[in-house]
């Protein structure tokens, strides 16, 4: 079945997307509306996929997290770096195998 | 511990125990086995994440990049404007499959690049820049949803991963002893009265004996 493609970002992420093909861009204006289109986004029965940039989901924070961990398995939400390439320190992926395997295992791409 | 209290030291309740000890036990042995066949698949999915993640990103600052040209080349209103004309109309085939019991998403997007007619941006408004940074854009995204599958199925996995583990501790370090020790204090009970039994016998033997 074919889900249609959401992406929450900067001016500059939401026009690249959009030239892509992306359904749905939402250009960050604030915390609160930014939540509340994400939430849309989340319920929402045709969006397979969402792409959020780094930075907005930090400001998101606390609330965008507790999205994440109680959502469904569609839509997938990705985080994606924006066009300063900006990531977080904390990689969510090292904190997640920190939490289930109990130990911390650095992963690299095969040559990196 | 409290469960001891409760348990009454008969031969029935031991036979019960004993059974239930053994199926605790099959069951931790099972579950233990599926964690490490997740943990092995967890890996996995990691390993393919790390290459494809780098691939991914470098892709997207690329694209980053020629967006940044076309927007000096034709202008920041123009390419927003064309954006806005763009095509949206891509549909991701988003289906799920089993990994050890865990469902995990699979994401597939054919034709993600298209050609300039296609996109339906209006071509003699905009330059060629436009065009090359919406294959960029289209390429990023293609690589993107590969990534984004991947770390869905990690999140399943993690999830499914800490559920089984909290299980197999349960049964580990609070069921399987705690029914161990009712099983302890039943045959120590029940050993007790044995002997309480013999010696009252003695004694009756005894008494009988004495006054015969």
Redesign the interface.
Known sequence: ?????AVIGD???????????????YVHAGKDRTLAKLAKFMTSEEI??V?ITHPIAEELGAEFRRMMRTKK??P???R????T?YAPKVDE?YE??K???GAEIV????G? | MAAVAVVTPTRMELLKLKQRVSLAQKGHDLLREKMDALVIEFFEVLRRIGEARTGALKQLSLAHRTLSVCSAIMGTIETRQASMEAKRELEVEISTRHVMGVVVPTLEVDKVERNALARGYSLHTTSSVLDEASKEFEKALGLLVKLAELEGSAHAIARELERTKRRVNALEYILIPQLKAALKFIEMRLDEMERENFSRLKRIKAMLEAGA
Do not use: N, Q, W
């Open positions: 079945m074919g889900y249609k493609v001016a500059d992420t939401a026009t690249g997307f959009a030239l892509a093909g992306a359904s749905y861009t397979g996929l792409f398995l569609l997938v939400v990705l994606i770096p924006d066009k390439g992926l997640l195998i939490r289930t395997v992963v690299r791409a095969e990196g």
